[in-house]
């Protein structure tokens, strides 16, 4: 059967959207539906118009021409309120939250329960709360618990249970495990099949195609703003889907190469830096890609940080081709020839409102001045050099950084980076939210970097990408290194339960 033969009547449907920017065509001629009761991913690469799409159906953008249905009625959202009033809510990647308030608070603020005088009534207003809760068989949130004590999954679940106080029909969720544990994603997923026992019917738009898989009904793929096509998730594969996103066949998502390993870059002896690094002693050597795998909380991006003098260890030893040296700085790092991709480009990596041009410059500006005075010629050479070799797509080097989208950003802190020629690499979550051709990109860059003698480091929560890539495999817990396994012995089962603290586990996989 068709992923569109025998379909019953959408909640919502958009019919060729039409979306225009000044000097960008976002949405060409797109259409797409959602039916009760399903959830159906949207994918496809940064810039190919997801986002774009659905602020159209949030009544945060109107299109320039094209109609949207709502339970087969055309029906203008003008504003997001209009999209409330038909049923719509939007859960982005970014949580709308007030920190200071409660559960109940956030979830109905704007329409809370009133009592006579029209005073807001508050214990109704924490029963309804309670309700919406165990509705969703949440045992482990109260009403009155502040927001901002919580994790970012239980942040995420008092997003869904907003949309719900507003009867949403369609809820629309944006990248929405990003940033959560593995145990926030088991929980998500289950609410997800929840809501759609209900009828309601959700859009999801996530880069992980495992994720895909494991909860839509149907998927629907767009390639540079159009419409490329739907399938029923049980009749295809990820390899017709990357190819549906892309324009062409990924065969390997990890290009590993064979390159020559030589002495020596980093070296580190019992380094503590508390409260979650402790007693660290790792070997990177030149030519060599070493993953760091663990669980969120284990100590890996807190490690990456002390190395890079964001936090300057308090003990222990780092030495860097064979010589000790003190990093108290990450101009310390920097002049030592470590450079460092954050985990979190936007706020660590990048300057948004700064130019293309003046992001990649940024870290090597030393090199491009002379007397005080930068190279301007220098600089815009640099610039096209990168642009051209990591293929950043950008209108030009003025185009503000903060426009393109995330595989691009990412590919700019990396060109930032490598201007300054690094001896050591430090890579965290290289290809978090970015599209599977991006990913395949920057993957291919490292092996590149490596041939060329750079050491890296590289940590990653997706255990495929470090499976992949890397040549040895360490394992962090609780702010220590508890396993390492070379190559041939870093299996996902081995990994994996050392992640866990199942070390009898990891010695029977290994």
């Given amino acids: 059967m068709s992923a ?35 959830a159906h991913a949207l994918i496809g690469e940064n810039g190919a118009g997801k986002s774009t799409l659905i602020k159209i159906m949030s009544g945060v953008f109107g299109p320039d021409s094209g109609s949207i249905l709502v339970e087969g009625r055309e029906t203008r959202l003008a504003t997001p309120d209009d999209a409330r009033r038909a049923g719509i809510a939007t859960i982005y990647q970014e949580l709308l939250l007030f920190p200071e308030l409660s559960v109940a608070e956030n979830i ?7 009592a006579r005088g029209g005073w807001i009534d508050w214990r109704t207003m924490r029963a309804k709360a309670q309700e919406l809760l165990a509705s969703l068989d949440i045992d482990d949130l109260a009403a009155d618990e502040t927001v901002g004590a919580l994790s970012v999954g239980n942040r995420q679940r008092v997003e869904i249970l907003r949309a719900l106080s507003h009867d949403a029909r369609v809820v629309i969720m944006d990248e929405p495990t990003a940033a959560l544990t593995e145990a926030d994603v088991t929980r998500l997923f289950d609410i ?6 209900r009828g309601v019917a959700i859009i999801y738009i996530s880069h992980r195609l495992d994720e895909t898989f494991a909860i839509a009904d149907r998927v629907t793929v767009l390639r540079d703003g159009a419409y490329v096509g739907t399938r029923l998730t049980r009749e295809t594969n990820s390899g017709e889907l990357v190819q549906m996103m892309v324009g062409r066949r990924i065969d390997n998502m990890f290009p590993k190469t064979e390159a020559p390993i030589g002495e020596p870059v980093l070296e580190t002896r019992d380094l503590v830096r508390r409260p979650l690094t402790k007693s660290i002693s790792v070997t990177v050597r030149a030519g060599e890609i070493v993953g760091l795998a663990g669980l969120v909380g284990s100590g890996r991006s807190e490690l990456a940080q002390t190395l890079f003098g964001v936090w300057p260890a308090e003990s222990g030893e780092i030495r860097l081709m064979g010589e000790a040296v003190t990093i108290r700085s990450p101009a310390d790092a920097r002049a030592r020839g470590i450079a460092y991709v954050p985990e979190d480009r936007g706020s660590q990596g990048l ?45 030009s080097l003025d185009e503000l950084a903060g426009r393109l989208s995330g595989g691009n950003q990412q590919k700019i802190v990396l060109g930032k980076w490598l201007a300054n020629q690094p001896k050591l690499l430090i890579l965290d979550e290289p290809t978090r939210g970015i599209d599977v051709g991006a990913k395949a990109e920057i993957h291919r860059f490292m092996g590149e970097l490596a041939r060329a003698g750079v050491a890296i480091l590289m940590i ?24 390492e396994f070379d190559r041939a012995a870093a299996t996902s089962q081995a990994v994996g339960a050392a992640m866990m603290g199942d070390l009898g586990a990891t010695e029977q996989a290994a």
């Fill in 351 to 395: 300057v948004r409102p700064m130019s293309v041009l003046h992001n990649l410059s940024l870290a090597a500006l030393t090199s491009l001045s002379h007397s005080g005075f930068i190279d301007r010629g220098a600089e815009l050479r640099l610039a096209e050099q990168a642009v051209g070799r990591f293929g950043v797509k950008t209108r």
């Fill in 192 to 197: 997800v099949r929840r809501l759609k026992a």
């Fill in 108 to 114: 109905f603020l704007g329409h809370a329960p009133r």
């Fill in 4 to 38: 569109t033969q025998d379909a019953p009547t959408p909640l919502i449907e958009v019919r060729a959207i039409e979306k225009t920017f000044p000097g960008v065509r976002a949405l060409s001629a797109v259409s797409f539906d959602v039916r009760a009761g399903e």
């Fill in 460 to 483: 990653s929560s997706e255990l495929p990408e470090v499976l992949g890539m890397s040549d040895r495999v360490l394992v962090m817990r609780e702010g220590r290194v508890v396993a």
